[in-house]
């Protein structure tokens, strides 16, 4: 079994354009065969056919010949019976000769046709009537009337001889022309088994280079258990994307470490910076005035920003590290009431009119991730929405799922920006409105945090809305609840106790 791979390995194209020829040739080959058999039944054909239009033509004209020597012999003998002139015996002679002479080229074609023994006996009976005397002379003319009739049949026997010729060319072209179509069924056939074979040889590692690409694209593949087998370009790529997949996973356990370090580093100036600014509206300091207070509480609103920012990162980092789902029977209304009173400040200033639904309405979620969904949802509509504008919140209960809508006025997002508008950092084309700038993670994050509950979050098309985010949850049995061993993290990134699901 060794030595069989080995001898493979050995015989197998070392590049794909040796491959590529290697397909052609071995195509072509059956192909070639079939047009050189052809030929071959062609040539021996048209060989046949021109003897047998040359014999035909010969053997006519031979059979023609004798007939009409055969009418000039009764004649120049009747000439003589009549003017007794010995110059007329001399040509008769000399017909008769002529007469042997295509008599013997004739019984070689028909040697076992009766007439023409027939015609040769009565050619020597009247070939001796120049030595008979006059009167006998005379006497034996009836002689060429049998004579005449047995050179007919055998010009007649001629022409069949050449109608059995022609037949047999006819079935001989038949029995080629079946042997030819049986080749080119066979040789046709082992050429398409060919051409799959190796377009199956060519196409196989692209594809297993297509599925490696596609994996390393979804984070789904980093390592291939079993190399690609096949010409060396292919394999050389292979060896590409092992090194690539590798290096993207040292890129992402990098960029993971940065952003827990990041977000660590910032939280910690910045908590200081807020409780600075707390300490200062208090009146520690002394009295401030209107100006001051002013700047003081845009001082506090651009700090609390950045926090949100800085906790969206983290959410960002925790939810690709799988973090498991802990569930709660909640009451929806007040949950999303919770997360507007954190809001409650940005709405007034935005000057934004809200309106949501009334409870109570329960459902079994995890508390922090569908909070992270509705607070990033909020917040999406108060940086982007409309100036005075209007938020609605609304939610319906059905059997196996809870469906949630946070709908604003404002500019609509760009049909463009669709496809892409739940990917980690990306940022459309909508400016956001305020001082600081999107981190472009806040709807990848409150995406993930729908999956993370099996749910879906989609941008959907409102009658009323310019914007309307639909967030679906389907109802999962405490069975269906994933609760790994690994220690839940806060967003400092230490280590609290899990909560169980309820």
Not at 105 to 116: K, N, S
Not at 155 to 177: G, K, M, P, Y
Not at 263 to 270: F, I, N, R
């Amino acid at each position: 079994m060794v030595m069989t791979h080995r001898v493979s390995r050995r015989w197998r194209p070392r590049s794909l354009l040796q491959l590529v020829l290697l397909a052609f040739l071995m195509v072509m080959l059956p192909l070639g065969v079939l047009m050189f058999q052809a030929g071959q039944a062609l040539a021996e054909l048209s060989r046949l056919a021109d003897i047998s239009a040359r014999q035909a033509v010969e053997e006519t004209r031979r059979a023609r010949a004798l007939s009409s020597l055969a009418l000039e012999m009764e004649r120049g003998a009747r000439q003589y019976a009549v003017v007794e002139q010995d110059g007329l015996l001399e040509i008769y002679e000399e017909r008769v000769q002529e007469f042997r002479r295509l008599l013997a080229q004739q019984r070689a074609l028909l040697p076992d046709d009766p007439d023409v023994r027939a015609v040769g006996r009565q050619l020597e009976a009247l070939a001796r009537l120049p030595d008979l005397p006059f009167e006998a002379f005379r006497e034996r003319l009836v002689d060429f009337l049998p004579f005449a009739q047995h050179t007919e049949a055998m010009r007649q026997a001629t022409n069949r001889h050449i109608d059995a010729r022609i037949d047999a060319i006819r079935e001989r072209a038949e029995t080629v022309q079946a042997r030819l179509w049986l080749q080119t069924g066979a040789l046709v056939s082992a050429s398409l088994v060919l051409m799959l074979l190796f377009t199956w040889l060519i196409i196989r590692p692209v594809r297993q280079l297509e599925r490696r690409i596609l994996g390393i694209g979804d984070g789904s593949v980093t390592k291939v258990v079993r190399p690609i087998q096949g010409p060396a370009e292919l394999v050389k790529l292979d060896e590409r994307l092992d090194w690539l997949a590798s290096r993207l996973e040292e890129l992402e356990a990098q960029k993971q470490q940065f952003l827990r370090h990041m977000s660590h580093e910032l939280k910690t100036p910045l908590a200081s910076v807020r409780e600075g600014s707390s300490l200062l509206a208090d009146g520690v300091a002394g009295e401030l005035s209107p100006h001051q207070r002013e700047i003081l509480d845009l001082i506090d609103a651009s700090g609390g920003e950045l926090q949100r920012l800085i906790e969206q990162l983290l959410d960002y980092n925790l939810l690709q590290h799988n973090q498991p789902m802990v569930l709660e029977w909640l009451d929806i209304a007040t949950l999303i009431k919770g997360v507007l009173a954190k809001h409650r400040l940005a709405l007034q200033n935005k000057g934004m009119r809200v309106d949501c639904f009334d409870g109570p309405l329960r459902w079994q979620v995890d508390r922090t991730a569908t909070m992270r969904i509705l607070d990033n949802l909020i917040s999406n509509a108060i940086a982007y929405g409309e100036d005075a504008g209007k938020l609605e919140i609304r939610a319906r209960r059905h059997p196996d799922r809870l469906v949630i809508e946070v709908a604003n006025s404002g500019d609509p997002i760009a049909e463009e920006d669709r496809p892409r508008l739940f990917e980690a950092f990306y940022q459309g084309r909508v400016r956001r409105k305020g001082p600081l700038k999107g981190s472009g993670i806040g709807l990848s994050v409150a995406a993930d945090c729908a999956r993370l509950q099996n749910g879906n979050l989609e941008l959907v098309d409102d009658p009323h809305f310019s914007v309307c985010f639909r967030l679906t949850l389907p109802h999962i049995h405490d069975t269906e609840t994933t609760i790994h061993d690994k220690p839940m993290l806060d967003q400092a990134g230490r280590e609290h106790p899990r909560k169980t699901a309820s």
